[in-house]
C-alpha cells in the first residue's frame, strides 16, 4: 500500500500562513505588481520602439504625422517644427529645426525630444540614422496606400497613449473614403476616366501607381493613365500627348509653386482634357499627404471626375 502525502500543496500552505498573520494582526505585504508594459510598435523601418511612458516632448520632421498627432490629441506636445510645416496654425510661433529631410541636428537634440517622427523614404535615410547614433529615439514611417495611412495613424495612437483617439479617427477616414468609393460604384468601369495626376510641372512629373495618390484616383471612381509602377516618375510631353488623358490635375505647392495652366502650355492645347476643360488644381498639402485629410481629398476629386453623382450631396 502506497504511502499517502497528507501535507497541503506549497500553494496552499502559503494562503494559510498569510491568513494566519492576518488574524494575528501582522501585517502583510503585497507582491509587487508588475511593471507596466511598454508601448511598442515596429516602424516602416522594421524598428521596434518602445516606450515606457507617454512622450513629453515630440517632434515631427514630416506635416502629415504633424496634422495626425494634432487629430490625436498629442499636438500640444510638440516643441519644434520644420521650416515648411505651417498648416497648423497652432504651431507657427514654436522653433524651426530646418527642413524635415535635412534638420539642424544640434539644434533638435538641444530641444530634448522624448520621441521624433520621420518620414522613412530614401531621401531621408542619412538623417534619420543620423538621429538614431545620436540616441535619439525616431519613429520613422512611409505611408503608401490607405491601410498603411490607417495603420500610421494607429502606430503613432499607440506611442502618444491615445489608441481610443487613433482607432476613432482610423474608422472615421475609412468610412469617409468608403462613401466616395460607394459614389463612384455606380459607374462601370469601362466608362470611367483616365487621369493623369501633375507632381511638378517642370520638369514634368507625374504620379504612377505605386503611390498614395493612385488610390485616391481609383478611389474617387477614376483610372490613372500611366501605368509607371514608381511613386512618381518624370514623364516627357510626347509620351503625355500620347496617353491623352480625359481628366488632368494640377498639384501646387512647394514642389510646384505657380504652374502654368496647362492650357497655356506649349503642345497641351490639343489633349482631350484641355479641350473639354477637365483641368483640376489642387493644394498639394491636401493631396500629397498621407494624414488625416486624405478623406477630403478623395471626396474632391470624386466631385470633379462626377460633379452629376455627387449633386445634391453635402460635403465634408
Known amino acids: 500500500m502506497k504511502h499517502q502525502n497528507t501535507e497541503a500543496p506549497a500553494a496552499l500552505r502559503t494562503v494559510l500562513q498569510r491568513f494566519l498573520l492576518m488574524a494575528l494582526g501582522i501585517a502583510v505585504s503585497a507582491a509587487p505588481p508588475h511593471p507596466a508594459a511598454a508601448d511598442c510598435i515596429t516602424d516602416d523601418t522594421a524598428t521596434e520602439i518602445c516606450l515606457d511612458v507617454p512622450p513629453e516632448r515630440i517632434i515631427s520632421l514630416y506635416g502629415a ?9 498629442a499636438g500640444p506636445r510638440l516643441v519644434a517644427r520644420t521650416k515648411n510645416d505651417l498648416s497648423v496654425h497652432a504651431m507657427a ?8 529631410l535635412r534638420p539642424n ?4 537634440l538641444a530641444l530634448r525630444p522624448h520621441l ?31 491601410e ?14 491615445r489608441s481610443a483617439e487613433a482607432t476613432a479617427l482610423a474608422t472615421r477616414l475609412r468610412h469617409a473614403v468608403d462613401r466616395v468609393a460607394a459614389v463612384a460604384a455606380a459607374v462601370p468601369v469601362e466608362q470611367r476616366p483616365r487621369v493623369v495626376y501633375e507632381v511638378r510641372a517642370d520638369p514634368l512629373t507625374v504620379a504612377g501607381s505605386g503611390g498614395l495618390v493612385d488610390q485616391l484616383i481609383r478611389t474617387a ?8 509602377p514608381k511613386k512618381l516618375f518624370l514623364l516627357d510631353v510626347e509620351a503625355l500627348l500620347r496617353m491623352d488623358p480625359d481628366a488632368y490635375v494640377v498639384q501646387e505647392g512647394p514642389m510646384s509653386r505657380n504652374p502654368a495652366p496647362p492650357a497655356e502650355r506649349p503642345h497641351f492645347q490639343t489633349l482631350r482634357c484641355v479641350r473639354g476643360g477637365r483641368i483640376l488644381t489642387v493644394e498639394e498639402e491636401l493631396f500629397s499627404r498621407p494624414g488625416p485629410r486624405v478623406a477630403e481629398a478623395a471626396e474632391a476629386l470624386g ?12 460635403g465634408r
Open 221 to 228: 471612381g477614376g483610372v490613372n493613365a500611366t501605368e509607371n
Open 303 to 314: 466631385r470633379f471626375l462626377y460633379p452629376q453623382l455627387w449633386e445634391g450631396m453635402p
Open 116 to 146: 521624433v517622427v520621420s518620414r522613412a523614404s530614401r531621401a531621408s535615410s542619412e538623417s534619420l540614422q543620423t538621429l538614431r547614433d545620436r540616441g535619439l529615439t525616431v519613429a520613422a514611417f512611409d505611408p503608401l496606400s490607405l
Open 105 to 108: 541636428v544640434e539644434y533638435l
Open 65 to 73: 504625422f504633424t496634422e495626425t498627432l494634432w487629430e490625436l490629441g
Open 148 to 161: 498603411d495611412l490607417y495603420r500610421t495613424v494607429e502606430r503613432l495612437g499607440t506611442l502618444t497613449d
Open 93 to 100: 510661433d514654436l522653433p524651426s529645426v530646418g527642413t524635415g
